[in-house]
């Protein structure tokens, strides 16, 4: 699924399919607010578990999978806070299978999180929340029994995922809702946390655009300095 299809169906708020692992549901404000905003990060940062941001350096064959599921194997409070993140993205009762060389969460008869899936599932993910990777160390290594299976167990800091813009949903949730839009305060915890930074991002460009264009029908702003198409309320996020 190319970028655009993806964005349009967070928008639309419809479940995005992943190849062998079933529809993933974006949760709505109410259902963050409902479960606490730092147990959503915490969550999510879970998910977005990325190898290169341990201090250890790692085989190609490694997989962040590898990692993923290893840590979930070993470590029992890492694991309750996994599947707890499964359920509210796949809205399935996950379970750890192993069958001879091959491991993988079960989420429901016939879909799987898995190698070949769970990059595309942090795709996602990122997307969702309006997030950049993150490069620098987030994790220490905690445990040798995970040597059989990818030569070294880890332990995932609780470290949140960083937004682009210094600011938090709180105050993106509140401008939003105090900002004559057309949208009430409990219209917007119904929407998908996609839709949420989209709406500010958006907004923002809108009302940038908009005082500019004031401002050069003032005589505020040098109009011939402006590339208005640089600025348009449209351009994209």
Not at 45 to 67: A, E, Q, W, Y
Not at 151 to 165: A, D, F, M, Y
Not at 205 to 222: E, K, R
Request: hydrophobic share 40%; net charge negative; glycine share 4%.
């Amino acid at each position: 699924m190319n970028n655009v299809d993806l964005q349009l169906k967070m928008l639309a708020n419809i479940p995005i399919h992943l190849d062998r692992a079933g529809e993933i549901f974006l949760p709505t404000l109410k259902e963050i607010a409902q479960m606490g905003f730092s147990n959503y990060n915490q969550q999510l940062s879970i998910l977005l578990i990325d190898k290169n941001s341990f201090n250890h350096p790692f085989d190609d064959s490694v997989t962040d999978f590898d990692i993923f599921y290893a840590n979930c194997y070993h470590n029992e409070s890492f694991r309750e806070v996994v599947f707890h993140a499964l359920r509210l993205f796949f809205r399935a009762e996950p379970e750890m299978v192993e069958e001879e060389e091959r491991f993988f969460i079960r989420l429901r008869e016939g879909n799987v999180l898995d190698r070949s899936n769970f990059k595309a599932l942090q795709s996602i993910l990122y997307v969702a929340n309006h997030l950049k990777k993150v490069m620098e160390p987030e994790y220490n290594p905690v445990n040798s029994k995970a040597q059989e299976m990818i030569n070294l167990i880890l332990k995932t800091r609780k470290k949140q995922p960083k937004p682009k813009e210094k600011m938090d949903l709180l105050s993106i949730v509140s401008g939003l809702a105090w900002k004559q839009n057309g949208i009430s305060l409990q219209e917007l915890f119904e929407l998908n946390i996609y839709q949420i930074y989209n709406g500010f991002f958006i907004t923002n460009n809108i009302d940038h655009y908009h005082h500019t264009i004031t401002g050069i029908y003032a005589g505020t702003v040098d109009g011939k300095s402006i590339n208005m198409s640089d600025i348009h309320w449209a351009n994209k996020i």
